[in-house]
């Protein structure tokens, strides 16, 4: 699961993780925005895919992110057994009679809902998905969602909700800048003598509901064992890292 606020990082990421499933053999289905496809597909040219070719033999399946949400939707909550018809349809047409037998997912369908401020319906959806398309069909699932990593309600609330379904978490688009700037404002917080002890101290209490990046545990350990300084060291992380300036590199971290 990746978070995002930058179009950017978002778009060189699905680049990544759909590039790397045509390369290995894997049929790749996509449901993404007209606007985010638009600047993925480009990618994928200038990077030498083939996409019209890719499509044309089945491989690469790309359905509009809102026409396919508006289909299974109902009172404003998916329905399960039309989402289980369209699955089932998409995905066997993806396996292509057996010629691509694995297959890998990314889409924004669970982020339109998250975005549209519909929560319970994309926790639901998000549910279905895990248990439809992941464990059921025995795909592989990359989900991005807009989320401000260093927003205290995003770690008290949703990442350990999302962590139950996903395996990894992909914070931001730079894991090295964001160890400096987590390491520097526990530092700055709590002295240079107390923060060595308090990280190797939380990092070993911690249980981690994603694989991350070891500052991103830090950062969910101190919520859940010392609340009162998550939000200082929190919003000091954000600022040391959004000091220290955001070089895109396009080989970043394509997902899981």
Sequence with gaps: MQLYQDDEFLNYAVRGFTAAGLANG???ILYPTVTHWDAICRLLEADGVDVQAAQQRGQLTVVDASEVLSSFMRNDMPNPAEFEVLVADVVGEARAGGRYQSVRIWGEIVDLLWQRGNVTASMSLEDLFDELVARKRECSIFCSFQMDNFNGDVHAH??????TNHSHLIP??????????VNDALRDTVGTDEAGVLQSRLLSQYRPPFNMPQAQALLLALRQFLPSLADPVLQLSRELYELS????????????
């Design 26 to 28: 894997e049929s790749v």
């Design 158 to 163: 949703m990442l350990p909700r999302l962590g």
């Design 172 to 181: 931001v688009d730079d894991y090295a800048r964001l160890e400096r700037a």
């Design 245 to 256: 300036g955001p070089p895109h590199d396009d080989t970043q971290h394509p997902g899981h």
